[in-house]
């Protein structure tokens, strides 16, 4: 049958991405790739991301990559543009791109875009060969992966070209996260109970969330599981007991406490003030050990990254 219609989100919208930085890839514009700071720094030698620090990922062998720019949620601290990109009851008018065809055009175009380093003075000649070889996808970049049908077969066809994943999804669809075996698989909490989540997320997924939770339990030794708590002052960041709860029934890895920041359009809906310094991070971060360690659950601090205002909690029986 002929796919019904194309997508139903504004082209004006696209090209204020584009010039964001974002480049489209298939044929349906539903998939982007973008380079990070990062990358940049990377392939000059001058430093890698969190990500390299935390779980030894070259920046620079990194595709950042979204196969869906669509979210079902509209968190106030989202980079992206929401009025345009949510999915609901027009999700069916959607033509999705094969999985190999996106991730062909996700190489190309990061090599498209590496090849802009080549013969400036700054660029590490060997950081750039490496960079012409991707070894990793980032499947994070805006929206939510899961709303992309074939977000398994994706998966596959980066592995099978020697590359790792990392997905990191709202988990507002648990029947997705067991489906899928990433090397690293993220959700994203963004409150310690119901009444929070709906004023930082604007949703109504709280029940299927706390199922990916059990999810995530149960991939326990078959993938890296990570929750990445995003901290927003004034909103968030409060009932550290809450969100230790939360924490122990998905039982991760890791948990990542990071500062909200204050970029892209998010900043239309929120003050500079809500971006919480290192410090408050840390804090918080140590708040939530505590509250993990008063439940019975055997975390620590591990790490932390300054610049990116992240400090990192693992499990210290489960690696
Ligand atoms: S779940 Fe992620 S992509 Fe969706 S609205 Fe929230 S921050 Fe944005």
């Known amino acids: 049958m002929e796919p019904k219609a194309t997508l139903n989100y504004a082209e004006e919208t696209l090209k204020t991405l584009e010039k964001q930085g974002y480049h489209f890839v298939g044929t349906h514009k539903h998939s982007a790739v973008k380079t990070c700071l990062?990358?940049?720094r990377s392939i000059?030698?001058?430093g890698n991301c969190y990500k390299g620090k935390f779980y030894?990922?070259?920046a620079h062998r990194c595709i950042q990559m979204t196969p869906s720019i669509f979210c079902n949620q509209r968190c106030v601290h989202c980079w992206r543009p929401l009025e345009a990109f949510n999915i609901g009851a027009d999700e069916e008018q959607v033509v999705w791109d094969s999985p190999a065809e996106i991730v062909e055009d996700c190489i190309k175009e990061q090599g498209r875009l590496i090849s802009g380093f080549k013969g400036s003075d700054k660029t590490s000649t060997a950081a750039f060969a490496e960079a012409a070889i991707p070894k990793h996808a980032a499947i994070s970049l805006i929206g939510e992966p899961t709303l992309y049908p074939y977000l398994k077969?994706?998966?596959r066809n980066f592995h099978s070209r020697d590359m790792t994943t990392f997905v990191v999804s709202n988990g507002t669809n648990p029947?997705?996260?067991?489906e899928i075996r990433p090397y690293q698989l993220y959700i994203s909490l963004n409150a310690p109970d119901e009444a929070t989540y709906k004023k930082a997320s604007h949703a109504q997924y709280w029940t299927r969330i706390n199922e990916s939770l059990d999810e995530m339990r149960m991939l326990k030794g078959r993938t890296r599981r990570v929750i990445r708590v995003?901290?927003?002052?004034g909103l968030n960041m409060t009932n550290p007991a809450g969100y230790a709860e939360l924490l122990g029934r998905a039982n991760p890895d890791f948990v990542e406490v990071k500062a909200y920041m204050h970029i892209g359009y998010s900043r239309k809906r929120l003050s500079r003030d809500a971006m919480p310094t290192h410090l408050r991070v840390k804090e918080f971060a140590r708040e939530i050990a505590e509250a993990l360690t008063a439940l019975g659950y055997n975390y620590t601090i591990a790490d932390e990254s300054e610049i990116s205002r992240v400090v990192l909690i693992s499990s210290n029986t489960n690696l």
Not at 175 to 178: I, S, T
Not at 230 to 233: D, L, P, Q, S
């Open 230 to 233: 995003t901290c927003i002052e």
């Open 175 to 178: 029947e997705v996260l067991r």
């Open 56 to 58: 030894g990922i070259s």
């Open 153 to 155: 077969e994706l998966i």
């Open 44 to 46: 000059r030698g001058e």
């Open 38 to 40: 990062w990358l940049r």
